[in-house]
């Protein structure tokens, strides 16, 4: 594995401090060599890392570093993720007409450069920013286009996080018992392949168990 494959393994597995370590390595060696996708991937990978801390504004400023870069060289391909994490910033921040408009970007671009893999991953990250603005059924639409263009794309990787969205939609629909069993079952994926969510999907996760804590606590 190269340093960037490293440090997002690391990143995947909770190996918070190593995935930093290896992103500022990258960085530096990417400097040295003028590899800038190398550099564009380690501003990023910290980007993710200062997320996962909960500096969120960190991540924006990463974020916009790193997308400088991509169109200061034309290189309109290496956008694709500083772009995502300025969605996801956004997102966190709970700026979410900046969100909608980042994730519909990404989306757009993702397509232009033949990704559909992240064209099914930002369909479902708008899908929580409508949920999020009220607005279900639009949300709900969101989550069934990503899961089609997951699976008709072969993106396995995605499986647990499609879970996580059918268990945000079993509680939509008020069946708190078939969220709660989904959500376990993406916790146990996870758990399977050695890794944690993202950290834009675990507040997402906690939202709908603190959800969950409440049907519970119910009265009724």
């Not at 559909?116 to 930002?122: D, L």
Request: with cysteine; net charge negative.
């Amino acid at each position: 594995m190269n340093l960037y494959e490293r440090g997002l393994a690391a990143f995947r597995s909770g190996a918070t401090d190593e995935a930093a370590t290896l992103a500022a390595e990258l960085i530096a060696t990417s400097r040295a060599a003028g590899d800038l996708a190398g550099e564009i991937g380690g501003l990023c990978m910290l980007g993710r890392v200062a997320l996962r801390r909960g500096e969120v504004s960190r991540v924006a400023e990463l974020a916009e570093e790193a997308r400088d870069l991509a169109r200061q060289n034309k290189e309109s391909r290496l956008e694709r993720m500083p772009l995502h994490l300025q969605a996801v910033a956004a997102r966190m921040q709970g700026d979410l007409g900046s969100a909608r408009k980042l994730y519909r970007e990404s989306i757009d671009l993702s397509r232009r450069l033949g990704e559909e893999r992240m064209v099914a991953a930002e369909h479902r990250n708008l899908a929580y920013v409508e949920l999020h603005d009220g607005n279900a059924a639009e949300a709900r639409e969101l989550f069934s286009t990503s899961a089609n263009l997951a699976r008709a794309s072969g993106y396995d990787a995605l499986e647990p996080y499609l879970l996580l969205d059918s268990a945000v939609l079993a509680l939509e629909m008020g069946d708190a018992a078939r969220a709660g069993r989904l959500l376990a079952e993406t916790d146990s994926l996870f758990a399977a392949a050695g890794q944690i969510p993202d950290p834009d999907d675990a507040a997402e996760a906690e939202w709908i168990r603190s959800r969950l804590r409440g049907v519970v606590s119910d009265p009724e």
